[in-house]
């Protein structure tokens, strides 16, 4: 990391600390920023906001590692997240998970090459009325098939990075 | 995206905006939670614990600042009512916060969103702009002298235990959505160790009606210790899923007639938590005495593996558990485990009663709710399907 990339980092933290507050409670709402920002918490960020909020970095490291939401591993800029409780898999999720996987050329758990789609599992989405169902970073996709996924992911290469997000954007320093 | 609620015909359809705020405004703090006790409106999150109960004790902790906080972490599977409820009823989930921030003496509401809904970030936001430029949020609201009350949504990061009310408040707190001992209680050592009433979104939801039409509507409805409505989410083998809204105690016979889902071999009430109930049984009520839920309904149809749902079921705790206690953290992995040997067909008997036992020593010897259910659909597949689970041969596999 560069120096000027660590500058820019602290300096955002404290911008963050700044909106959200220096005590404890601030620390998931900065590391959720931060997430979104960089699509991973890494250790030198941990450091940062352990520093701006003055606690420990292993207690910054135990928070980021409960949450499923919160990655030490850098994701794609859009994660995909596909249903996986019963009720969507009665509606056939298995097949789209399949074509999910060819069309990305990746497995569950991985991340595509050009650091574009992370695919993964999640549990119930409450859309169980209408399965399968996905979240494509915060986007909600319903009664999802094997033929509409490719639609799905051309929709979200036309929307480049920053935008991926339909919320919050005033996080984004 | 269409929310196939049953749109017009729900209780929130017809009540009229802020007016329950609005009488609670002219009662006294006792008053307003003298008539949410005398209604018996129970926790609707799952746990039906009295609301009533909940708001006097925290009325009567003495700090020099208590919370409200709407517990909107709705991870059940199965389970989407609080979803359809913010989506649409919003105002009113807000306006049963602050009723609960005057009766306890709070003036400060959080609600706790799961990350999964953050798509429904914006338009929650922008009710709660609206409700402050209305002065139905802020200073002196109504223009009742010294009742300040706000509200600050904050989101989860996909974690299914922080629906448990400790574990909730761990995460606001930020730290990991580790359960706590109780007692203490939140009422009395909630966020930041002040006093805190945690409710679920739809039990808020229902303070403002209840406000306006008074506990005697509310406990015309039910049976003698579930009152009131409640909203179910039925998704499934049925011909119409989506957001009911029915009296406590209506047979699961009858819910099916509704849903159109005559033919199901089997319903799992609750939840991955709940209980499945086999066909045979459909006579049994959803009610807090008999199969309760926190408004989780899934219906199985005859083509269905029972052990497919067991399967998925503790997937799911296995991944869930937050790992503080054994009895979860291992019991879980055992169970699974198997449910994969009755899959192969490899269990014994002995080696099923065994599990079965496991289950029941989860039950009660888990730290938290998620433990402590998270054997009921395991131990409750077993009772009801032997025939279907036991003695397979790998080609059934």
Same mark, same amino acid.
């Given at each position: ?124 989405? %409450? ?47 | ?24 405004? %002219? ?6 939670? %003298? ?12 746990? %039906?614990?009295?609301? #009533? ?51 306890? +003496?709070?003036?400060? +509401? ?79 050592? +909630? ?50 899923? #989506? ?16 849903? #159109? +889902? ?106 938290? #709710? ?28």
């Amino acid at each position: 990391m560069l120096v000027t990339d660590r500058e820019k980092l602290r300096e955002e933290v404290e911008a963050l600390a700044e909106k959200y507050g220096h005590d404890r409670s601030a620390l998931i709402p900065i590391l959720q920023a931060i997430q979104k920002r960089y699509f991973c918490i890494s250790e030198f960020a941990m450091q940062v906001v352990a520093d701006t909020l003055g606690i420990h970095p292993v207690e910054v490291n135990s928070v980021v590692s409960f949450y499923s939401f919160l990655d030490t591993k850098p994701k794609g800029q859009f994660v995909i997240r596909l249903c996986q409780t019963i009720s969507c898999m009665m509606k056939g999720t298995d097949r789209v998970a399949r074509q999910l996987e060819n069309d990305l050329g990746i497995k569950f758990g991985e991340t595509t090459p050009d650091g574009k789609f992370t695919l993964e599992w999640a549990n119930c989405l %409450g859309m169980c009325d209408q399965g399968p169902a996905m979240l494509v970073n915060d986007r909600v996709y319903t009664e999802v098939t094997p033929e509409s996924v490719h639609d799905i992911l051309e929709e979200c290469r036309k929307t480049f990075s920053p935008t991926a997000f339909q919320t919050r954007q005033e996080d984004i320093v | 995206m269409t929310l196939k609620t049953e749109k017009g015909k729900l209780t929130f359809d017809s009540q009229k905006a802020d007016e329950g705020l609005k009488i609670a405004l %002219g009662k006294s703090r006792a008053d307003i939670i %003298g008539e949410v006790t005398a209604s018996s409106l129970k926790g609707r999150g799952g746990a %039906g614990f009295p609301t #009533g109960v909940k708001w006097n004790l925290a009325a009567a902790a003495r700090s020099d600042q208590k919370f409200v906080v709407c517990n909107a972490d709705e991870g059940e599977p199965g389970t989407f009512k609080d979803r359809v409820i913010l989506s649409d009823y919003a105002d009113l989930v807000f306006e049963g916060m602050t009723i609960a921030g005057l009766a306890i +003496g709070a003036d400060k +509401g959080l609600m706790y969103l799961r990350a999964e809904y953050t798509y429904l970030l914006p338009q929650l936001e922008q009710t709660l702009e609206k409700r402050r430029t209305a002065k139905l949020l802020g200073k002196d609201i109504g223009g009742k002298g010294g009742f300040n009350f706000d509200i600050e949504i904050r989101l989860g990061s996909g974690a299914y235990v922080c629906g448990e009310e400790t574990a909730l408040i761990e995460s606001l707190e930020g730290n990991r959505g580790e359960p706590r001992n109780r007692p203490p209680f939140p009422v009395d050592t +909630g966020f930041n160790g002040r006093p805190t009433t945690v409710n679920n979104v739809e039990t808020l939801a229902w303070v403002p009606c209840i406000m306006t039409r008074g506990a005697d509507w509310f406990k015309s409805v039910g049976t003698d210790k579930s009152k009131g409505f409640k909203l179910l989410s039925v998704s499934g083998d049925c011909g119409k899923p #989506g957001v009911y809204e029915f009296p406590l105690g209506i047979t699961i016979a009858k819910l099916l007639e509704h849903v #159109g +889902g005559a033919g199901a071999k089997a319903v799992q009430v609750g939840g991955a938590s709940g209980n499945c109930v086999p066909a045979g049984e459909f006579g049994r009520t959803i009610a807090f005495e008999d199969v309760s839920t926190g408004g989780s309904v899934m219906v199985f149809g005859p083509q269905r593996d029972m052990l497919d749902i067991a399967e998925n079921f503790l997937e799911f705790f296995v991944e869930e558990s937050c790992g503080q206690c054994t009895p979860c953290r291992e019991g879980n992995r055992k169970l699974l485990d198997g449910v994969r040997m009755l899959k192969t067909g490899t269990c014994s008997t002995a080696y099923l009663r065994e599990l079965v036992s496991l289950g029941e020593t989860m039950q009660l010897a888990a730290k938290c #709710g998620l433990g402590q259910s998270s054997p009921n659909a395991f131990i409750s597949i077993v009772k009801n399907f032997k025939d279907e689970i036991m003695g397979r041969t790998p080609a059934s596999v």
